[in-house]
């Protein structure tokens, strides 16, 4: 098969598949809309580790950007892409932080404590950690490739799709971010 189009179809296949998750969490957010705007909806304070989470998660796609000018020069990208693993492992124990920060403030995912707001907040953050993870094992492979040294100038497919798909969540997270914000 020819390298171009095989480039071409991994990266519409992951088109298509961003695509679908967009969708996913449009549907969410278009349900939190409409369930906010009747009786019972009460506002939540952020906790700080989802601040703290969006600064980490954007500094991740800082190093993938560094990553792909590296492996374009010739050189290995290892060790920024080793950083962004890094970043979005920090960004799962902030998730967690955050979620512990709710307990804190009495606000649970169900039973007693909970309302829909607190539940929406669970439920829409749990699922972009469910993305980062999966985005956390393409950025481990990445890495692993890229310290056997399977990348080069001419080929670097993988790290290409990896920072696709992490900035992708990177922006995914910065609407949702905002979005609770101001809903929540």
Request: charged share 10%.
């Amino acid at each position: 098969m020819d390298l171009n189009l095989k480039n071409t179809t991994y990266k519409q296949l992951l088109w298509i598949g961003m695509a679908s998750i967009t969708l996913f969490f449009a549907g969410l957010t278009s349900a939190v809309i409409v369930r906010s705007s009747e009786s019972g909806w009460q506002d939540i304070s952020m906790p700080r580790y989802f601040w703290y989470s969006t600064f980490v998660i954007i500094l991740g796609s800082a190093f993938l950007i560094m990553s792909k000018k590296i492996v374009r020069r010739g050189k290995n990208p290892a060790d920024y892409i080793f950083l962004t693993f890094v970043c979005g492992v920090i960004f799962a124990i902030f998730q967690f932080k955050g979620w512990s920060a709710l307990v804190d403030q009495g606000k649970f995912f169900v039973g007693e404590g909970s309302s829909p707001a607190s539940s929406f907040l669970y439920v829409i953050t749990f699922a972009h950690l469910i993305h980062v993870i999966g985005g956390l094992i393409s950025v481990f492979i990445t890495y692993t490739k890229s310290v056997n040294s399977k990348y080069s100038k001419e080929n670097y497919l993988g790290i290409e799709l990896t920072s696709i798909y992490w900035h992708f969540l990177d922006i995914l997270w910065i609407y949702l971010f905002a979005f609770l914000l101001y809903i929540i």
